[in-house]
């Protein structure tokens, strides 16, 4: 299953024209000094439906969990969908934590198994390493506003949030100021259809 994910993933600009498996809607509710907006993903198998918005419900839980033993005060959750075709749908779940003057933002990148609900992780797509991803820093980093960013930080692990793009390439997401500063937010490393193909070979399954 997971060759059959890189191959999807390396071929995602292929399958832009097939008509969408999945329905992605957005659910509201605000309590207090919470807005929470999140996906909920309905698929033609109920049962995959149950995995991922299970998997989406622990999100939430975590950050009205977060509110509820006073580590924040006030915050917002939303969400972006990324890529959707007949087999994998990737989202990024986003929340702001307030505390004061103390803002900080949270992120999930997500990729889901249409057909099994599974979430599939970075592994199933590319195979790659602390050594690999700083040699991309450079010239392939980018903060949360889509904006090219050289960090002065060094990779020191290999994250599991991750999304999917149009064009068939993967964007690695790290914490705000693991890499950049506060102001960058969340910060993430792209790797194209080419640099995935090179990495795949490089790093052969062991």
């Known amino acids: 299953m997971f060759k059959k994910a890189i191959l999807t ?11 969408a498996f999945a329905e ?10 919470l807005e929470m907006t999140w996906p909920v993903v309905h698929t033609k198998n109920k049962k995959a439906d149950t995995l991922i918005n299970k998997d989406i ?8 969990a977060g509110f509820v033993d006073r580590k924040f005060t006030a915050g917002r959750t939303w969400y972006e969908e ?16 307030s505390q004061g003057n103390d803002n900080k933002v949270k992120t999930a990148g997500v990729v889901y198994e249409l057909a099994s609900g599974q979430r599939l992780p970075l592994s199933a797509f590319v195979r790659v390493t602390v050594d690999d991803l700083n040699g991309y820093l450079a010239n392939q980093c980018y903060n949360s506003s889509d904006v090219k960013i050289h960090p002065e930080k060094k990779v020191t692990r290999v994250p599991e949030d991750f999304f999917l793009n149009q064009d068939g390439s993967i964007s690695i997401l790290f914490q705000t100021e693991e890499l950049g500063t506060l102001l960058d937010g969340p910060a993430y490393i792209r790797l194209t259809q080419q640099d995935l193909r090179e990495l795949n070979t490089r790093n052969p399954r062991s």
């Open 9 to 19: 993933a390396l071929a995602l600009c292929l399958s832009l024209s097939i008509p």
């Open 24 to 33: 992605v809607e957005s659910e509201q509710a605000q309590v207090g000094n």
């Open 57 to 64: 419900k622990s999100f939430m839980d975590d950050f009205r």
């Open 82 to 97: 990324k890529y959707e075709d007949t087999q994998l749908v990737s989202l990024v779940l986003s929340d702001l934590r």
